[in-house]
């Protein structure tokens, strides 16, 4: 149960104005912020340089509340994936992909996802709500201590990428903040370009997070004209793709033109062929860019097929030749349904679609 305020829902500055408020100094904030994301210490008990009175107030008004982990699995590829709970109703995954040169963790936004993609597992099963704050930085917590990083303290998660269920530009104050905190070094202190937030095209969240943090872009394209894209991705009707390169195009500039990763899942027959390939080109022109090649990744009841080796290398040969930075993303920790559009958590999900009220854009 959470009672009084979750001090994993406040960044910096709203844990300093929570201090004040209770008329402490607001260096309170430096000092528990280093307890909980330096230490890893949630008990207010071991915060020895805070004052016993004060420790007993926050006892009072104040909590630790985390998702639940609920069951842990690890890949023969050593890949993990954390099933949390968040409430009764609800819980999301989150998974943790070793690589030799870095520790990705791919972070959940909501329970569910609104937007409905024909090829994702998280689309099909609906929309349930939009994860706070402290569910989002409590899956980089909960999953450093998972790693064993604050007995360690050796860095283990190198990046963050919020790529898990949910679209994080629908639930954007909150992502916001908790982005804030993986950056901020009294959180994560993470280098804004080791985070990377990807959408699946919310064009006016895309300007909205312009002017924030900085992080890296990742914009799930996967067609590169309208009429197949309104059909694999329909939010594509609302923000067609004119809207959404002149979004990226303002990205990139408001970042020192970082490149933007334009992410394309490789479905065979639908949009994998040399066509497609050369309006990809064509589209991307002028904008700095790099694409991830994703290969379809099936799930239970899914009507699409992986494309072969053969002609995902064609593909990525194409856009090669003309000068786009191309990988074909690797599969990681399919054994354990924890890659791309595979995670699905347990949402009781009421079957929102993007055409439901609560999908407008909060803030
Ligand atoms: N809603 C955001 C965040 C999810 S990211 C977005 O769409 O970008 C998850 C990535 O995996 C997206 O690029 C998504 O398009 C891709 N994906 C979804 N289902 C997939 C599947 N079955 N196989 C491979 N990639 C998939």
């Given at each position: 149960?959470?009672i009084?305020?979750n001090l994993?829902?406040l960044?910096q500055?709203?844990?300093?104005d929570?201090f004040t408020?209770l008329?402490e100094?607001?260096?309170?904030?430096?000092?528990?912020m280093?307890w909980?994301?330096?230490?890893?210490?949630?008990?207010?008990e071991q915060?020895t340089?805070?004052?016993?009175?004060?420790?007993?107030?926050?006892?009072?008004l104040?909590c630790?509340f985390?998702p639940?982990?609920?069951?842990r699995?690890?890949?023969?590829?050593a890949?993990?994936?954390?099933l949390m709970?968040?409430?009764?109703?609800n819980s999301i995954?989150?998974?943790f992909?070793?690589?030799p040169?870095?520790?990705t963790?791919?972070?959940?936004?909501?329970?569910?996802?609104p937007?409905?993609?024909?090829f994702?597992s998280?689309?099909?099963?609906?929309?349930?709500?939009?994860?706070?704050?402290a569910?989002i930085?409590g899956q980089v917590?909960?999953?450093?201590?998972?790693?064993?990083?604050?007995?360690?303290?050796?860095r283990?998660?190198s990046?963050?990428?919020?790529?898990?269920?949910g679209?994080?530009l629908?639930?954007?104050?909150?992502v916001?903040?908790?982005v804030?905190?993986?950056?901020?070094d009294?959180?994560?202190?993470?280098?804004r370009?080791?985070?990377?937030?990807?959408?699946?095209?919310?064009?006016?969240?895309?300007?909205?997070l312009a002017?924030l943090h900085?992080?890296?872009?990742?914009?799930?394209?996967h067609?590169?004209?309208?009429?197949l894209?309104?059909r694999?991705?329909?939010?594509?009707?609302?923000?067609?793709?004119?809207?959404?390169?002149?979004?990226?195009?303002f990205?990139a500039?408001a970042?020192d033109?970082d490149?933007?990763?334009?992410?394309?899942?490789?479905?065979e027959?639908?949009?994998d062929g040399?066509?497609e390939?050369?309006?990809?080109v064509r589209?991307?022109e002028?904008?700095?860019?790099?694409?991830n090649?994703?290969?379809?990744?099936s799930?239970?009841?899914s009507?699409?097929?992986r494309?072969s080796?053969?002609t995902?290398?064609?593909?990525?040969?194409i856009?090669?030749?003309?000068?786009?930075?191309?990988?074909?993303r690797?599969?990681r920790?399919?054994?354990?349904?924890?890659?791309?559009?595979?995670?699905?958590g347990?949402?009781?999900?009421?079957?929102h679609?993007?055409q439901?009220e609560?999908?407008?854009?909060?803030g």
């Amino acid at each position: 149960m959470e009672i009084g305020t979750n001090l994993f829902d406040l960044d910096q500055n709203s844990m300093r104005d929570y201090f004040t408020a209770l008329e402490e100094k607001p260096f309170r904030a430096t000092q528990v912020m280093k307890w909980i994301y330096h230490r890893g210490v949630t008990d207010l008990e071991q915060m020895t340089d805070l004052a016993k009175p004060l420790r007993t107030r926050l006892q009072e008004l104040s909590c630790f509340f985390l998702p639940e982990i609920q069951s842990r699995q690890v890949s023969t590829d050593a890949t993990r994936k954390w099933l949390m709970q968040v409430d009764e109703q609800n819980s999301i995954e989150t998974v943790f992909i070793p690589e030799p040169d870095r520790g990705t963790l791919c972070v959940s936004t909501q329970a569910g996802c609104p937007l409905a993609c024909s090829f994702c597992s998280t689309g099909k099963q609906g929309f349930n709500r939009n994860l706070g704050v402290a569910e989002i930085i409590g899956q980089v917590w909960l999953a450093n201590r998972e790693l064993g990083y604050f007995k360690e303290r050796k860095r283990i998660i190198s990046n963050v990428v919020l790529m898990g269920m949910g679209e994080p530009l629908l639930n954007f104050e909150n992502v916001s903040t908790a982005v804030s905190l993986m950056l901020d070094d009294l959180g994560f202190s993470l280098a804004r370009k080791r985070v990377t937030l990807s959408t699946a095209g919310v064009v006016p969240g895309i300007y909205r997070l312009a002017g924030l943090h900085k992080i890296c872009l990742a914009v799930s394209l996967h067609a590169p004209v309208d009429e197949l894209r309104d059909r694999l991705v329909p939010i594509n009707r609302s923000y067609p793709l004119n809207e959404l390169m002149e979004a990226c195009r303002f990205y990139a500039r408001a970042t020192d033109n970082d490149p933007i990763t334009f992410e394309y899942v490789m479905l065979e027959g639908v949009n994998d062929g040399p066509a497609e390939a050369r309006q990809l080109v064509r589209l991307l022109e002028g904008i700095p860019s790099k694409v991830n090649l994703i290969p379809f990744n099936s799930f239970p009841g899914s009507e699409y097929t992986r494309s072969s080796r053969v002609t995902i290398d064609a593909f990525r040969d194409i856009l090669i030749k003309a000068g786009l930075m191309t990988i074909t993303r690797k599969t990681r920790g399919e054994d354990i349904n924890a890659a791309c559009g595979q995670l699905t958590g347990l949402v009781r999900a009421r079957k929102h679609t993007m055409q439901n009220e609560s999908m407008a854009l909060n803030g």
